[in-house]
């Protein structure tokens, strides 16, 4: 059964393997999360076809685009049916039961092209009314809904992250912020994680989650500036945090320090002294000095003292859910269940 162009809610609904056939660069910028990029073509055959439509008209560069069609029509159908194969191999549906979404930008000719192909093989494609544009629709209007936004904040070293991950250990609604973006948000930020995404893939993770949640309950984040390395919070999002009620958490300077070295005296030291030269300027050279030092020393106490009082002064800036605070003193508490009902008596 061949289906036709679906609408966002429905395309969503549909479980099976998800296709962006846009081109490379498209994908990049950003795509929809666990999509497979199988572009019906690459980004030089994209251009040329959008010179034959902007000189010649549509009927050109649609032949145009025909000719890139036929050329590689064995080693698209060779990609396609290796990747359906094996998502069909990692899961309990087979062929009859398999639907394969695919969308282009706008769910137009790409999109249906590969569409038309698959239904050939008596497969199950669903393209999605509008293609991406839709979807980044989506994402954006996502940001808008009114949140119940609870801010964990507290400073440098007092365990935000480590109590986000205790909260949805526990099925309490989070969004990791951090752990969407692949950075900390400092500039020891991307030591250890993964390359950052694309601005438009951060928020589209966003939205996914919010999308997850019952928005009549809490939704925990850490406070975080509107950057995050290069990923920026979406607008609509970071007012609503800023105007939280805000868990400022307050632990002990030796607390700090172990959380701190736990954290970060793992990595390599050149990894280590390019984060603190990143910030001489703002440590000054008698802190860099000492950082610098005590990291080929392995003095990881004094690494982290010189520079806990630069970010110390960074926090006074801070503005996130400052207006509605609740503080809670978490000195030397081990950070497990036992402290869920802290957190919820300060609700």
Same mark, same amino acid.
């Given at each position: 059964?061949?289906?036709?162009?679906?609408?966002?809610?429905?395309?969503?609904?549909?479980?099976?393997?998800?296709?962006?056939?846009?081109?490379?660069?498209?994908?990049?910028?950003?795509?929809?999360?666990?999509?497979?990029?199988?572009?019906?073509?690459?980004?030089?055959?994209?251009?040329?076809?959008?010179?034959?439509?902007?000189?010649?008209?549509?009927?050109?560069?649609?032949?145009?685009?025909?000719?890139?069609?036929?050329?590689?029509?064995?080693?698209?159908?060779?990609?396609?049916?290796?990747?359906?194969?094996?998502?069909?191999?990692?899961?309990?549906?087979?062929?009859?039961?398999?639907?394969?979404?695919?969308?282009?930008?706008?769910?137009?000719?790409?999109?249906?092209?590969?569409?038309?192909?698959?239904?050939?093989?008596?497969?199950?494609?669903?393209?999605?009314?509008?293609?991406?544009?839709?979807?980044?629709?989506?994402?954006?209007?996502?940001?808008?809904?009114?949140?119940?936004?609870?801010?964990?904040?507290?400073?440098?070293?007092?365990?935000?992250?480590?109590?986000?991950?205790?909260?949805?250990?526990?099925?309490?609604?989070?969004?990791?912020?951090?752990?969407?973006?692949?950075?900390?948000?400092?500039?020891?930020?991307?030591?250890?994680?993964?390359?950052?995404?694309?601005? $438009? &893939?951060? =928020? #589209?993770?966003?939205?996914? %989650?919010?999308?997850?949640?019952?928005?009549?309950?809490? *939704?925990?984040? @850490?406070?975080?500036?509107?950057?995050?390395?290069?990923?920026?919070?979406?607008?609509?999002?970071?007012?609503?945090?800023?105007?939280?009620?805000?868990?400022?958490?307050?632990?002990?300077?030796?607390?700090?320090?172990?959380?701190?070295?736990?954290?970060?005296?793992?990595?390599?030291?050149? $990894? &280590?002294? =390019? #984060?603190?030269?990143?910030? %001489?300027?703002?440590?000054?050279?008698?802190?860099?000095? *000492?950082?610098? @030092?005590?990291?080929?020393?392995?003095?990881?106490?004094?690494?982290?003292?010189?520079?806990?009082?630069?970010?110390?002064?960074?926090?006074?800036?801070?503005?996130?859910?400052?207006?509605?605070?609740?503080?809670?003193?978490?000195?030397?508490?081990?950070?497990?269940?036992?402290?869920?009902?802290?957190?919820?008596?300060?609700?």
């Amino acid at each position: 059964m061949y289906f036709r162009r679906k609408d966002l809610e429905k395309f969503r609904s549909f479980k099976g393997l998800l296709i962006d056939v846009r081109s490379p660069s498209e994908y990049y910028k950003g795509h929809m999360p666990n999509s497979i990029n199988i572009p019906l073509f690459d980004d030089d055959e994209r251009s040329i076809i959008g010179t034959f439509y902007k000189r010649d008209g549509r009927k050109k560069a649609v032949i145009e685009g025909l000719k890139f069609f036929e050329k590689k029509m064995e080693l698209l159908l060779d990609n396609l049916f290796i990747n359906i194969d094996s998502y069909k191999n990692t899961s309990e549906t087979n062929y009859k039961e398999l639907f394969i979404r695919i969308y282009c930008s706008r769910g137009g000719m790409r999109s249906q092209s590969i569409a038309w192909l698959l239904e050939k093989f008596k497969l199950n494609p669903v393209t999605l009314n509008g293609g991406y544009k839709t979807y980044r629709r989506w994402v954006l209007d996502s940001f808008s809904k009114k949140l119940n936004i609870i801010v964990i904040g507290g400073k440098t070293g007092t365990g935000k992250t480590r109590l986000l991950s205790l909260l949805e250990n526990n099925k309490y609604q989070t969004i990791d912020l951090e752990g969407f973006a692949c950075h900390r948000g400092s500039t020891f930020g991307g030591l250890g994680m993964k390359e950052q995404p694309s601005n $438009e &893939l951060f =928020e #589209s993770k966003i939205a996914e %989650k919010i999308n997850t949640f019952e928005l009549s309950n809490n *939704i925990f984040v @850490e406070a975080e500036s509107a950057n995050i390395g290069k990923c920026r919070i979406p607008l609509d999002f970071f007012n609503q945090m800023k105007c939280s009620r805000r868990i400022e958490i307050l632990r002990s300077e030796s607390n700090r320090l172990d959380e701190l070295i736990n954290t970060y005296s793992f990595f390599k030291k050149e $990894e &280590l002294k =390019e #984060s603190v030269l990143r910030i %001489k300027k703002r440590l000054g050279p008698q802190r860099t000095k *000492i950082a610098l @030092e005590s990291i080929n020393n392995e003095k990881w106490d004094l690494v982290c003292r010189s520079v806990l009082d630069y970010y110390d002064k960074c926090y006074e800036y801070e503005k996130v859910g400052k207006t509605n605070i609740q503080f809670l003193d978490l000195t030397d508490k081990k950070y497990d269940e036992s402290i869920l009902e802290l957190i919820n008596n300060v609700l």
